[in-house]
């Protein structure tokens, strides 16, 4: 079975401008979740996704945003990217307690 | 608020070793627990999970024990192996709502980077 895919696997973006992440789980998870890890801590928790409803949401503003389609695929979208955004995102699928994730996407903002 | 801490950046053992890699916590909710492994340019790779209701989870080489009065977990690697080498997160769970429609989010801590010699 595939695992977790994400594209794009890397992005440099400008200050201010917008960006779109993607994620497909793996077949039959039904719940995503997407987290920030910057250079030497762990992952971040962004938002969590189940059933195209989101059922979690962690301390990010709303620069962040994201959500899931019918086929449980999910984009994270962030708006005006400052320079503190640039980090590593990753998106995560569940379909109990353990959560597998892809590998990631590397944004860089300049 | 640091809920999840691995207090050691890094541990050195050599090949054939044990390895303890340490994680305490301070959220009383957090009812599930996960080791997850981490190489460079990679995503988190699950280990091993243990619920609070537990002690002790074995997974062949692996093992996690949870001492929920202590608030601390530690996972366990024997024999230690040079591919072992990586980054290690613990993280915790909060406990999923009633309808079972969301697993909680994972809580994770610093990482701490093992070193495997041969």
């Known amino acids: 079975d595939a695992g977790v895919t994400q594209s794009p696997t890397h992005l440099i973006k400008t200050r201010g401008q917008h960006v779109t992440l993607r994620c497909s789980p793996i077949?039959?998870?039904?719940?995503v979740s997407w987290y920030q890890q910057v250079l030497g801590q762990g992952p971040q928790f962004i938002f969590q996704?189940?059933?195209?409803?989101?059922?979690g949401r962690g301390n990010f503003p709303d620069r962040f945003s994201a959500r899931q389609f019918p086929n449980y695929s999910s984009e994270l979208n962030v708006n005006a990217l400052l320079l503190g955004d640039s980090a590593l995102y990753l998106c995560a699928s569940s379909r109990e307690y353990e959560q597998y994730f892809g590998p990631g996407t590397r944004l860089t903002v300049t | 608020d640091q809920q999840v801490k691995q207090n050691s950046p890094s541990l050195s053992v050599q090949e054939g070793r044990i390895s303890i890699l340490n994680c305490d916590y301070t959220?009383?909710?957090?009812?599930?627990f996960l080791w997850y492994k981490k190489y460079p340019a990679e995503g988190p790779t699950f280990l091993i999970s243990i619920s609070s209701i537990k002690d002790k989870n074995e997974d062949g080489r692996f093992t996690v024990f949870l001492n929920k009065s202590a608030k601390h977990l530690s996972l366990h690697i024997v024999p230690s192996q040079p591919g072992d080498s990586a980054v290690y997160f613990c993280?915790?769970?909060?406990?999923?709502?009633?309808?079972?429609?969301?697993?909680?989010?994972?809580?994770f801590g610093q990482g701490t980077i093992l070193t495997v010699h041969p």
């Open positions: 959220n009383s909710m957090f009812d599930y």
């Open positions: 993280a915790a769970s909060t406990p999923r709502n009633a309808g079972g429609t969301s697993y909680g989010k994972l809580t």
């Open positions: 996704y189940y059933e195209k409803e989101e059922r």
């Open positions: 077949s039959g998870h039904k719940s």
